[in-house]
């Protein structure tokens, strides 16, 4: 028997586990959908059902056109969050080809051991190659041969027919899998595919049963479907790709996390493995044979539930519960929900402090018990950095409107795209990754920052200015730059976001325990206080039950936590509170601009922080 041909779709994770070297970037959550939206997915009632009939099967050889949506974004943005997504897929060759927004970031695997990243980088396109993907340094051989074997759409063999329906004018079979995640978390996928085997739309659905409230949710719409080999010149690689590979390694660019966080951004629009994972958790873990991707989900979802069992049995003073994360493995964790670094030298002498903040002029006496700016313009709705690294661009642009709006009474909505597309030189690197204080050093010198409405939300690197709505519109916002608040002093930070506004802080966020956080007051005794990998925002304090926390707000949608918001214990110093007080950092806003807008609300100038001079700069 010949052997199986080789098939790429999962060298995107293999090269992810391949250049992994540090924990790197942020991304997902989301606010919770309509009642209608899974009509509009097209769940129209079948027109017949049964358990006879057997499953569709896809080629090992394709080109597809889909819409990958997360339609709760919608929430945040008027245009919500929809991906457009061009495959090329030769599993005989072991060749892949993926295209996001018409190319703009692109995926070129040539072979098993070779996969090229094109993508966006301020106003030119950088590229970068990951080599031996799948060779000494990824999985090993073994493995590596067993995750050569999966397929980029998923086997249906352990999906139920529920019937048929018309769906955008043509005949579709629907065909269903649901997932039991605990005793109160279900997802369900539908799939509708034509009876000749064409995918026309797959839909997903996490609900809880008992608050009937929904914690994921994604729309894939295939647009074009042409089985068969796609031509050789789809997945040929642009001559300058390996000068631009070269210069990004220079620059830093091409850093192993920042590398990882593309990767993996790239599989996270190819849900398939995850769903072949789901198939098999259905019926039984011996359905994943052999195949060593599925079998590491697989134990990850079984340890996940392990976890989560023994927390809830012991009084923890917090609750976890499974999500979406329940079968991530940790590497894609990291590269993508996860993703604040750690500042290159020559972008910290770039975005240095105007001073630090210590609370001069503040009457620690009379500083209120408790903070929350919930609710009130300094603090907005939660969004979601979906499949981007990008949680350091949602902390700056937090306290960017937390500052602002505490400052001359509006009430704004910046865009982190913008952070995104247009940081590059002050030691960010997109959705692979990135700091604050760069981000808001970045508008203090471009002149300000634009509102979400006029750049929106792509979720994806894009070139600088290329995808705002109004490019002649102004910025809403100008600021001098960012404080630091006094590292370590509790009281420095309590005094800053009571009197200033939300501060960007940087947490230690690769605890089991607070990626499956679900609602109390959270606290670790083994995170750090200095390997920080995540960047949120501290939008006030308080006590709960006699103990005191920090309340943060994070950027992977109203899904994850108590509605997107963790509560985290305050220690007074006397031990771990997992990096809020290590780095915490603030918007000040331009006075002439911050007085000109509290003019147009009728109130008054606002009162300039009192900054103490910062630490001398690093020698060059």
């Not at 819409?67 to 072991?94: I, K, M, N």
């Not at 950088?126 to 050569?148: E, F, I, S």
């Not at 960017?400 to 709006?405: D, H, L, R, Y």
């Not at 309340?551 to 994850?560: A, M, P, R, V």
Request: hydrophobic share 45%.
């Amino acid at each position: 028997m010949a052997p199986s041909p080789p098939n790429p779709a999962p060298l995107l994770l293999l090269a992810l586990l391949a250049v992994l070297s540090a924990r790197p970037a942020c991304s997902l959550s989301l606010p919770a959908p309509r009642a209608s939206l899974a009509e509009s997915a097209g769940a129209a009632s079948p027109q017949r059902a049964g358990s006879d009939r057997s499953p569709p099967s896809f080629p090992s050889a394709f080109e597809a056109q889909y819409t990958f949506t997360l339609p709760y974004v919608q929430v945040v943005q008027s245009r919500g969050l929809s991906f457009p997504v061009h495959v090329w897929y030769d599993g005989e060759a072991g060749r892949l080809r993926m295209d996001v927004y018409d190319g703009l970031d692109r995926i070129i695997q040539t072979d098993a051991d070779t996969v090229y990243s094109l993508y966006p980088r301020i106003n030119a396109t950088a590229c970068d190659v990951a080599h031996d993907a799948a060779g000494p340094t990824g999985a090993g051989a073994g493995l590596a041969a067993r995750l050569l074997s999966d397929a980029p759409l998923p086997s249906l063999d352990e999906w139920r027919y529920a019937g048929a329906t018309v769906l955008r004018g043509k005949d579709a079979e629907i065909w269903t899998l649901r997932e039991r995640l605990s005793e109160a978390k279900t997802a369900v996928y539908t799939f509708y595919i034509t009876p000749e085997g064409t995918p026309l739309r797959l839909y997903m659905m996490g609900s809880n049963v008992v608050s009937y409230s929904h914690y994921d949710e994604y729309l894939i719409d295939f647009d074009y479907w042409k089985p068969g080999k796609p031509p050789a010149a789809a997945f040929s690689v642009p001559k300058t790709c390996p000068l631009d590979a070269a210069r990004a390694r220079a620059s830093g660019a091409a850093a192993p996390d920042a590398r990882a966080a593309r990767l993996a951004q790239a599989a996270a629009l190819m849900p398939w493995g995850r769903l072949r994972a789901a198939g098999a958790a259905a019926s039984a873990p011996a359905a994943a044979g052999g195949d060593g991707l599925l079998l590491r989900r697989l134990a990850a979802r079984a340890e996940a539930a392990r976890f989560v069992e023994a927390h809830d049995a012991r009084a923890a003073g917090f609750s976890v519960a499974l999500n979406r994360f329940s079968d991530w493995l940790p590497e894609e964790y990291s590269a993508l929900m996860t993703a604040r670094r750690a500042p290159r030298a020559g972008a910290a002498l770039k975005a240095r402090p105007l001073g630090v903040f210590r609370g001069e002029g503040v009457d620690f006496g009379k500083l209120p018990k408790s903070v929350d700016w919930r609710g009130t313009g300094a603090d907005g709705v939660v969004k979601d950095q979906a499949t981007c690294g990008s949680c350091w661009a949602f902390a700056a642009s937090g306290t960017m409107e937390g500052t602002w709006s505490v400052a001359t009474g509006e009430l704004l909505s910046l865009s982190e795209q913008q952070l995104v597309d247009c940081s590059w030189d002050y030691g960010n690197n997109g959705c692979g990754g990135g700091f604050m204080e760069g981000a808001i050093q970045y508008v203090a010198d471009a002149g300000g920052a634009m509102s979400e409405e006029a750049y929106q939300y792509l979720g994806q690197n894009a070139f600088c200015g290329a995808n705002a709505t109004a490019p002649r519109a102004k910025p809403s916002a100008r600021f001098l730059g960012f404080a630091q608040v006094e590292p370590r002093s509790e009281r420095a930070l309590m005094a800053a976001v009571a009197t200033l506004g939300p501060v960007a802080v940087s947490i230690d966020a690769a605890q089991m325990d607070f990626k499956y956080f679900a609602g109390g007051v959270y606290s670790s005794t083994t995170c750090s206080n200095d390997d920080l990998d995540h960047a949120v925002l501290l939008v006030g304090y308080g006590e709960e039950n006699g103990v005191p926390y920090w309340l943060i707000k994070n950027s992977w949608s109203t899904y994850w936590g108590d509605n997107g918001y963790v509560k985290m214990l305050r220690t007074d110093g006397g031990g771990t509170d997992c990096g809020i007080t290590t780095d915490p950092v603030v918007a000040i806003p331009l006075p002439e601009a911050a007085a000109a807008a509290a003019a147009r609300l009728g109130r008054p100038a606002p009162r300039a922080p009192r900054l103490a001079a910062p630490a001398a700069a690093p020698a060059a």
